[in-house]
């Protein structure tokens, strides 16, 4: 039985290599991502004590209590474990200064023992930091390689940290504390704690970071440590980090990307699963008399299903085997297109779990794609053998339920692979959209093609071909309309939100931010501003605190127990396990809309009243009409929510999760955010300059810069989507090429019989091409409008900004993929009537 079924492939092995190349091409992005995710997980968890420069971290935005201190070590000693050295980190933003040019820095002071793991590379003394730390003086800092771009800087310049004047020491080209480079809001500097004594950077109400480190000896009970500590440190506001959480953040800043590379690697899988499905209808119904003439001469039921068991095994393993050959050709792709993102370079390999998810998965495809057709097959009778009607298969709707029910399948593949439930939803939602959109428009398509009667016969003869085989129609029309929706979203997308970050087209959009404005400073800002006719715009109180209680019950951090977590349990508990900073104000500000409730301006009630963004207010379990308690300082403030506000965040503007009304913070100690706004590039540079100068404390964003730095990320990051959504492309037409082949090698005889009528070899020729050109172009043009479609959702909800409608992309792209369709019709059309009409009469 085994022999039969593996003859039977070798037999049919032009189908065969078909069918197993069309399913191959569906999973390499598959295995290709499921392997680069492992190779970044190994890495940031061998790498982990690198990330966190510590075993143990224990840090927060505000000065933490000797008494928590005390207490972490209290309990590290108790379970035993020795400290076998500890750092202290303080990280905060301010202006790095030359003589012509000011620079916002992320600065880090660190300590004569920073790292406890890891190392600086350095450029001039060709050296790591460990090797001259001992000689790193207080007048001294350490900066990123971007920086001497930026700042032109040479070694031993002079440079300006607030009060501060330092050395330049040497460039960092190299840091391995750092896993990823997303491109953040500021280059890195490093300075000596000692020197950050003296520089009155830090003032009452600034905004910094501050990090205990501990090296810890091995071996050591790790859980037990990590959960003794979250017992004894219940503040929400300190957070807790081992090497093993650290790197777990890490590899969560990924999710985003990863996410929708994984999704459209599903998508490419459906789009297989699609053509696959119309590949083995053509092998099965060739079987259908074979399999009655095994029922005859007595051939059980479990017999003949071993068979095609056999047969759906060995398949799943050449697809596998397959598959896993093409992603070690599209890896480098893939690397390449990441480590340009990332600015990181690892090795990527195929490990051995994701070889068997693979082979269980292709497997499950495999049976589902067949399993239809095979209960069909079993209802055939022998009697049927001697009728003298042609033998079919009617394919009930309870064979077809296997199918339907892989929805459900697909939809625990994406949760396994996204690791949330929101974006799972709205990815099985979508899929189930389009496919019945495409199909419903398609066979709409169909009869409407049905009312026309051209004179033209070629016209006629290929519009009538498209009407007659309607399911592989509409199979052609969804897969290629996917395909180049999938292709179109980005650049629709990139482009909203390149005419959002357009300065000469978007007034609304400042041109600086500012960050830690004192109290006692802001009449002096203006002062100075106003020698230059500007303003602090969006002036914004500040003001930290952490939640306390919510209807009275205290508010306690979150630990996430199961092994398994969803992105939405994590960011609950990163939102709960915070600091949060407050703002007050009367009316709502003109990126903010009033969602529920009433505005503070109808409020009467004695208890202050509270506005929340509606989104955090999910996130933390707060509905309207709760009372909150807020700890500012030991000092604890109770409000009431009195509505839920919708905040458009890519605004640039000041803005808060959480405010409190006019008059009840006013007195709190607080800091100032701000903005000024329609400066040309040359004035911003001025401003800087003269601001840095003047008040050395106050960090300051320029948001034309960032937000170009911003768009660059978000094109490095495209890239490699595109290259996904270019595979599903690909994978689509590999389905056209192999149905354009099976349809044309069925339709031999017909083909050569219109020769053989009078029928000229263009004109024949002519025919097929009109009837697939013209089925891949108006997919593509329909793809291209469901494009528009979900660019707009993306857009308007998930990036809340006006989508623009661009043509250029999607124009290129409907007629990119309509040539490419007639390239390969042409160069398989010709292959089938290059044979002579002679011999394929002599063959029926």
Same mark, same amino acid.
């Given at each position: 039985?085994?022999?039969?079924?593996?003859?039977?492939?070798?037999r049919?092995?032009?189908?065969?290599?078909?069918?197993?190349f069309?399913?191959?091409?569906?999973?390499?992005?598959?295995?290709?991502?499921?392997s680069?995710?492992?190779?970044?997980?190994?890495?940031?968890?061998?790498?982990?004590?690198k990330?966190l420069?510590?075993?143990?971290?224990?840090?927060?935005r505000?000065k933490?209590?000797?008494?928590?201190?005390d207490?972490t070590?209290?309990i590290?000693?108790?379970?035993?474990?020795k400290?076998?050295?500890?750092?202290?980190?303080?990280e905060?933003m301010?202006m790095?200064?030359?003589?012509e040019?000011?620079?916002?820095?992320s600065v880090k002071?660190?300590?004569?023992?920073y790292?406890?793991?890891?190392?600086?590379?350095?450029?001039?003394?060709?050296?790591?930091?460990?090797d001259i730390?001992?000689?790193?003086?207080?007048?001294e800092?350490?900066?990123y390689?971007?920086l001497?771009?930026?700042l032109?800087l040479?070694?031993?310049?002079?440079?300006?940290?607030g009060?501060?004047?330092?050395s330049?020491?040497?460039?960092?080209v190299?840091?391995s504390t750092?896993?990823f480079k997303?491109?953040?809001?500021?280059?890195?500097?490093?300075?000596?704690?000692?020197?950050?004594k003296?520089?009155?950077l830090?003032?009452?109400?600034?905004?910094?970071?501050?990090?205990?480190?501990?090296?810890?000896k091995?071996?050591?009970?790790?859980?037990?440590?990590?959960k003794?500590l979250?017992q004894?440190?219940?503040?929400?506001?300190?957070?807790i980090e081992t090497a093993?959480?650290?790197?777990n953040?890490?590899a969560?800043?990924?999710? &985003?990307? %990863?996410?929708f /590379?994984k999704l $459209?690697?599903?998508?490419?899988? @459906?789009?297989?699963?699609?053509? =696959?499905n119309?590949?083995?209808?053509v092998?099965i119904?060739?079987?259908i008399?074979?399999?009655?003439i095994?029922?005859?001469?007595?051939?059980?039921k479990?017999?003949?299903?071993?068979q095609?068991l056999?047969q759906?095994?060995?398949?799943?393993?050449?697809?596998?085997?397959?598959?896993?050959?093409?992603?070690?050709?599209f890896i480098p792709?893939?690397?390449?297109?990441?480590?340009?993102?990332l600015?990181?370079i690892f090795?990527?390999s195929i490990?051995?779990?994701?070889i068997v998810?693979?082979?269980?998965i292709? &497997?499950? %495809?495999?049976? /589902?794609?067949? $399993?239809?057709?095979l209960?069909s @097959?079993e209802?055939?009778?022998? =009697?049927?053998?001697f009728n003298?009607e042609k033998?079919?298969l009617n394919?009930?709707?309870?064979?077809?339920v296997?199918q339907?029910?892989?929805?459900?399948l697909v939809?625990?593949?994406?949760?396994?692979?996204?690791?949330?439930?929101n974006?799972t939803l709205?990815?099985?939602?979508?899929?189930?959209?389009?496919?019945i959109?495409?199909?419903?428009i398609?066979?709409?398509?169909?009869?409407?093609?049905?009312?026309?009667?051209?004179r033209?016969w070629?016209?006629?003869?290929?519009?009538?071909?498209i009407?007659?085989?309607?399911? %592989?129609s509409?199979?052609?029309?969804?897969?290629?309309?996917i395909?180049?929706?999938?292709m179109n979203?980005l650049?629709?997308?990139?482009t909203?939100?390149q005419?959002?970050?357009?300065?000469?087209?978007?007034e609304?959009i400042?041109?600086?931010?500012?960050?830690?404005?004192?109290?006692?400073?802001?009449?002096?800002?203006n002062?100075?501003?106003?020698?230059q006719?500007?303003k602090?715009d969006?002036?914004?109180p500040?003001?930290?605190?952490?939640i306390?209680?919510?209807?009275?019950?205290?508010?306690?951090?979150?630990?996430l127990?199961?092994?398994f977590?969803?992105?939405?349990e994590?960011?609950?508990?990163?939102?709960?396990n915070r600091?949060?900073?407050?703002?007050?104000?009367?009316?709502?500000?003109?990126?903010?809309?009033?969602?529920?409730?009433i505005?503070?301006?109808?409020?009467?009630?004695?208890?202050?009243g509270?506005?929340?963004?509606y989104?955090?207010?999910?996130?933390?379990?707060v509905?309207?009409?709760?009372l909150?308690?807020?700890?500012?300082q030991g000092?604890?403030?109770?409000?009431?929510?009195?509505?839920?506000?919708?905040?458009?965040w890519?605004s640039?503007?000041?803005n808060?999760f959480?405010?409190?009304?006019?008059g009840?913070?006013?007195q709190?100690?607080?800091?100032?955010i701000g903005?000024?706004?329609?400066?040309?590039?040359?004035?911003t540079?001025?401003?800087i300059s003269?601001?840095?100068?003047?008040?050395s404390n106050?960090?300051i964003?320029?948001?034309r810069?960032?937000?170009?730095d911003i768009l660059?990320?978000a094109?490095?990051?495209?890239?490699?989507i595109?290259i996904?959504?270019?595979?599903?492309?690909?994978?689509g037409?590999?389905?056209?090429?192999?149905?354009?082949?099976i349809?044309?090698?069925e339709r031999t005889w017909?083909?050569?019989?219109?020769k053989i009528?009078?029928?000229?070899?263009?004109?024949?020729?002519?025919?097929?091409?009109v009837e697939?050109?013209?089925?891949?172009?108006?997919?593509a043009?329909?793809?291209s409008?469901?494009?528009y479609?979900?660019?707009?959702?993306l857009?308007?909800?998930?990036f809340e900004t006006t989508?623009?409608?661009?043509?250029?992309?999607?124009?290129?792209?409907?007629f990119g993929?309509?040539?490419?369709?007639i390239?390969?019709?042409?160069?398989i059309?010709?292959?089938?009537?290059?044979n002579?009409?002679?011999?394929?009469?002599k063959?029926?």
């Open positions: 039985m085994i022999a039969h079924a593996l003859k039977e492939l070798v049919k092995w032009r189908w065969t290599l078909v069918f197993v069309n399913l191959s091409f569906g999973f390499i992005g598959f295995i290709s991502l499921l680069f995710q492992n190779s970044i997980e190994n890495k940031i968890l061998l790498d982990s004590k990330i420069t510590a075993d143990l971290s224990i840090s927060a505000k933490i209590a000797t008494t928590e201190i207490k070590k209290k590290i000693r108790d379970l035993g474990i400290i076998e050295s500890e750092s202290y980190l303080t905060f301010a790095l200064k030359t003589s040019k000011a620079q916002m820095v002071a660190i300590d004569a023992n790292p406890l793991y890891g190392d600086l590379e350095l450029l001039w003394e060709n050296k790591n930091y460990s730390k001992s000689s790193f003086k207080n007048n800092t350490i900066v390689s971007e001497k771009e930026i032109n040479q070694k031993e310049q002079s440079l300006m940290l009060k501060l004047n330092l330049l020491r040497d460039i960092v190299k840091d750092q896993t997303f491109g953040g809001i500021a280059p890195k500097i490093f300075i000596h704690q000692e020197a950050l003296n520089s009155e830090l003032k009452f109400g600034s905004t910094f970071n501050e990090s205990y480190l501990f090296k810890l091995e071996p050591y009970p790790r859980e037990t440590l990590l003794k979250e004894s440190i219940p503040d929400a506001t300190i957070k093993e959480s650290a790197a953040d890490s969560r800043q990924l999710g &985003f990307l %990863t996410d /590379l $459209i690697a599903i998508i490419s899988i @459906l789009l297989s699963s699609l053509g =696959a119309f590949l083995y209808q092998f119904f060739k079987k008399k074979d399999y009655a095994f029922k005859a001469l007595g051939l059980n479990q017999k003949l299903r071993a095609y056999v759906m095994i060995t398949l799943s393993l050449v697809v596998t085997a397959i598959s896993a050959l093409g992603s070690y050709l792709l893939i690397q390449f297109f990441l480590n340009k993102t600015s990181i090795e990527i490990p051995n779990l994701v998810l693979s082979f269980f292709i &497997f499950i %495809t495999c049976f /589902l794609v067949t $399993i239809p057709f209960f @097959l209802t055939i009778t022998t =009697a049927k053998l003298e033998l079919n394919i009930s709707i309870r064979s077809r296997p339907i029910l892989s929805v459900f939809g625990l593949l994406s949760l396994y692979l996204t690791k949330s439930v974006l709205i990815f099985i939602s979508s899929v189930l959209s389009i496919a959109f495409s199909v419903v398609g066979w709409s398509g169909i009869k409407v093609l049905s009312l026309f009667n051209p033209f070629v016209i006629k003869y290929s519009l009538k071909s009407i007659r085989k309607k399911g %592989t509409i199979i052609v029309f969804s897969c290629i309309a395909s180049t929706m999938l979203i650049p629709l997308v990139r909203s939100l005419e959002e970050f357009n300065y000469n087209k978007n609304q400042p041109s600086l931010f500012l960050i830690d404005v004192q109290e006692e400073q802001v009449n002096a800002i002062e100075l501003l106003q020698l006719n500007l602090i969006n002036l914004s500040l003001i930290r605190a952490r306390s209680k919510i209807n009275d019950i205290p508010f306690e951090k979150k630990l127990k199961n092994s977590t969803t992105r939405e994590e960011t609950e508990a990163r939102f709960r600091g949060i900073n407050l703002t007050y104000r009367h009316e709502f500000s003109n990126t903010e809309t009033l969602l529920e409730g505005p503070f301006t109808n409020y009467k009630d004695e208890t202050p509270l506005s929340l963004e989104k955090y207010a999910e996130r933390i379990g509905k309207l009409n709760d909150m308690t807020f700890d500012i000092v604890e403030i109770k409000g009431k929510v009195i509505n839920l506000r919708k905040v458009r890519i640039f503007q000041p808060f959480i405010a409190f009304d006019e009840v913070l006013n709190a100690p607080k800091s100032f903005t000024i706004n329609n400066l040309s590039e040359e004035k540079k001025k401003v003269s601001l840095a100068e003047n008040f106050i960090s964003i320029d948001v810069a960032l937000s170009k660059n990320m094109d490095q990051m495209s890239l490699s595109q996904m959504a270019l595979l599903a492309l690909i994978t037409l590999i389905i056209l090429s192999s149905i354009i082949y349809q044309l090698n017909e083909l050569n019989f219109l009528i009078g029928a000229k070899f263009n004109s024949v020729y002519l025919y097929i091409l697939f050109a013209f089925l891949t172009f108006l997919a043009l329909f793809g409008l469901l494009s479609v979900f660019s707009f959702i857009v308007k909800y998930l989508f623009v409608i661009s043509f250029k992309e999607p124009l290129f792209i409907i993929i309509a040539l490419i369709s390239v390969i019709c042409l160069i059309t010709r292959r089938i009537l290059q002579s009409a002679n011999k394929i009469l063959e029926f």
